[in-house]
């Protein structure tokens, strides 16, 4: 999809693979991504691929609009790294991002008291990149925030978690709240999306939480989110996103 759902439907939630090199970019493709996420998972929650390396991806996702059109190839986000809350810090790490041409910008935005700063620093460039803002289940995330990136110009909210090592989104946040978040950010014109090692068996519950698109890294690795994209546990995860619900399913 070149563009992310906007509205409530009935469809399943997107497919947001994140990879780490070129590769696995093809590979993503090639198994269906909804959305292509560039993220280097050994540099943290968020971590930042290169603006070289960014580059080259935007030059790939070019040539995939010429061969396929722009219609059937997925969309493209990246991650502008585990960044401190300063203001001005985070504005730097998104326009590096933006600069290389990535259409969407994923910004980590960690527990602090300076989050509303940072949103509003960050406003000026969401007429140049789609911008989504990351909030963390694992860090007591306020959902006031959601309305505040509405109107900030952000495109849409996601929350993964922060700490890998310290439980999934499931375990961290139930499905009701989860869907007062999406309620929330729809109320503010916000697309949606939810990851934090998610399994397979995390989906059909997942499923009805109504987000646009749900985010993988580790369940479709060899050997967790620092290893390597397993083209096979990706057509899982793909295959599942896509079946009929069914809540008894491990
Ligand atoms: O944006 C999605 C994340 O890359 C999810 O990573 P994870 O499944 O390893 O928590």
Request: charged share 20%; hydrophobic share 45%.
């Amino acid at each position: 999809m070149s563009q992310l759902r906007d509205t409530a439907s009935s469809l399943p939630p997107g497919l947001l693979a994140s990879v780490a090199d070129l590769r696995e970019m093809e590979l993503a493709r090639a198994g269906g991504a909804d959305i292509i996420d560039l993220k280097q998972p050994a540099f943290g929650a968020l971590g930042a691929w290169s603006p070289e390396a960014l580059t080259a991806a935007v030059m790939l996702w070019n040539a995939w609009g010429e061969q396929l059109g722009e219609a059937a190839r997925p969309a493209l986000s990246a991650t502008a790294g585990d960044q401190p809350m300063v203001p001005a810090l985070i504005r730097a790490a998104a326009e590096r991002v933006a600069e290389t041409g990535v259409p969407i910008v994923k910004v980590g935005l960690f527990h602090s008291k300076h989050t509303n700063e940072c949103i509003e620093a960050l406003a000026p460039l969401a007429s140049r990149a789609r911008l989504i803002g990351v909030l963390f289940a694992d860090q007591e995330p306020d959902f006031a925030v959601v309305g505040a990136l509405g109107r900030a110009g952000f495109a849409g909210v996601m929350i993964d978690t922060a700490d890998k090592r310290a439980g999934s989104l499931t375990e961290h946040l139930d499905p009701l709240t989860l869907g007062q978040f999406v309620a929330e950010a729809r109320r503010h014109g916000l697309i949606t999306g939810l990851a934090g090692s998610l399994r397979l068996g995390d989906i059909p519950s997942l499923t009805g939480v109504g987000a646009d698109y749900l985010g993988f890294r580790g369940a479709l690795c060899e050997g967790g989110r620092t290893g390597a994209l397993d083209p096979m546990r990706l057509g899982q995860v793909y295959a599942r996103l896509r079946e009929p619900t069914d809540h008894s399913r491990p």
